[in-house]
T-cell receptor
């Protein structure tokens, strides 16, 4: 069982550049979440997909952030243009189908540094 | 809205000491409660859960009891190890929502 896969694990970029983070959820899971973790704000939910459809994107900080899920096995989070305050660890998590399946499975995260 | 409050860390203990990390919550209805653990450089992983009042979740020597009367879900372990050093997150999911609410996390540091 591969678990949730995220790439890259580390990303260093300059301010103004476009950044794309990638996530492959666990096969068969129909819900996908993107989170951002910082020391100042803790763990923040950015966006939630169910069956590839964005359900709640109220946590997306601004228009520079966008997320897509073109199919059940792939999602991207894009920041364009990036800013130093976007530096954080970004986690993707997936959850299996069914109302009894409350547990979320987190990926290892992408550590983003914007200089 | 829903909220989770955890004690601020870091919590620093010696090996074999008793651990308590407090967690209280505010939620509508009857939420499910969780503890997640995040080891250095890794993502969060579920440690234990409880889905109704008076349930006790347990795993790897950790326990937490769902206390509806005090709206609490405190995490305990009788004898911590250095390998338990991590950040612990309390979380809840209300019945009407598919989105969980996480606390800020509590860092635990265990010294040999």
């Amino acid at each position: 069982d591969a678990g949730v896969i995220q790439s890259p694990r580390h990303e260093v970029t300059e301010m103004g550049q476009e950044v794309t983070l990638r996530c492959k959820p666990i096969s068969g899971h129909n819900s996908l979440f993107w989170y951002r973790q910082t020391m100042m704000r803790g763990l923040e939910l950015l966006i939630y997909f169910n069956n590839n459809v964005p359900i709640d994107d109220s946590g997306m900080p601004e228009d520079r952030f966008s997320a897509k899920m073109p199919n059940a096995s792939f999602s991207t989070l894009k920041i364009q243009p990036s800013e130093p305050r976007d530096s954080a660890v970004y986690f993707c998590a997936s959850r299996p189908q069914g109302t009894e399946s409350y547990e979320q499975y987190f990926g290892p995260g992408t550590r983003l540094t914007v200089t | 809205g829903d909220s989770v409050t955890q004690m601020e860390g870091p919590v620093t203990l010696s090996e074999e000491a008793f651990l308590t990390i407090n967690c209280t919550y505010t939620a509508t209805g009857y939420p499910s409660l969780f503890w997640y653990v995040q080891y250095p450089g890794e993502g969060l992983q579920l440690l234990l859960k409880a889905t109704k009042a008076d349930d006790k979740g347990s795993n790897k020597g950790f326990e937490a009891t769902y206390r509806k009367e005090t709206t609490s879900f405190h995490l305990e372990k009788g004898s911590v190890q250095v390998s338990d050093s991590a950040v612990y997150f309390c979380a809840l999911r209300s019945g009407g929502s598919y989105i969980p609410t996480f606390g800020r996390g509590t860092s635990l540091i265990v010294h040999p």
